[in-house]
C-alpha cells in the first residue's frame, strides 16, 4: 500500500465539498444523464483515489461506485431518475464513511 501523501485537511475539506455538491444534485432535482454527474462521479473518483492511494483499499472498494443503483437499460427514465435519486443518497453515505476514515488517521 502506497503511503498517503495527501494533505489530510485539504484532502477532507475537499471531500466535504464533494458531499455538499453531491446532495445538491437530489435538491436540485438534477436529472440522472446531466453532464453535471458525470463530471461529479470523475472528481469523486480522482479524488478517492489521491487522498487515499491508487492501491488503497478505499479506492478499490469504492472506484467502481455507481449513482444509478440496479440501473437497467430498459428502465423508463422516471425508474432511472428514482434510482439515481437513492444513489445520490448511498454516494452521500459513502463521501461520509471516507471523510470519517481520513479524519481518524489524523487523529
Given at each position: 500500500m502506497?503511503?498517503?501523501?495527501?494533505?489530510?485537511?485539504?484532502a477532507i475539506?475537499?471531500m466535504?465539498?464533494?458531499?455538499?455538491q453531491t446532495?445538491?444534485?437530489?435538491?436540485n432535482q438534477?436529472?440522472?444523464d446531466?453532464?453535471q454527474?458525470k463530471?461529479?462521479q470523475y472528481?469523486?473518483?480522482q479524488?478517492?483515489?489521491?487522498t487515499f492511494?491508487?492501491?488503497s483499499v478505499?479506492?478499490?472498494?469504492?472506484?467502481h461506485?455507481?449513482?444509478?443503483c440496479?440501473y437497467?437499460?430498459?428502465?423508463d427514465?422516471s425508474?432511472k431518475?428514482k434510482?439515481?435519486?437513492e444513489?445520490?443518497?448511498k454516494?452521500s453515505?459513502?463521501?461520509?464513511?471516507?471523510?470519517a476514515i481520513k479524519?481518524?488517521?489524523?487523529?
Amino acid at each position: 500500500m502506497q503511503p498517503d501523501t495527501s494533505k489530510t485537511p485539504d484532502a477532507i475539506q475537499k471531500m466535504r465539498n464533494l458531499l455538499s455538491q453531491t446532495q445538491l444534485l437530489l435538491k436540485n432535482q438534477v436529472a440522472f444523464d446531466d453532464q453535471q454527474v458525470k463530471n461529479m462521479q470523475y472528481q469523486i473518483n480522482q479524488t478517492i483515489r489521491e487522498t487515499f492511494g491508487p492501491d488503497s483499499v478505499e479506492f478499490n472498494a469504492n472506484k467502481h461506485h455507481n449513482w444509478l443503483c440496479n440501473y437497467r437499460m430498459k428502465d423508463d427514465d422516471s425508474v432511472k431518475q428514482k434510482k439515481f435519486s437513492e444513489g445520490i443518497l448511498k454516494m452521500s453515505a459513502m463521501l461520509e464513511e471516507l471523510i470519517a476514515i481520513k479524519n481518524n488517521k489524523v487523529e
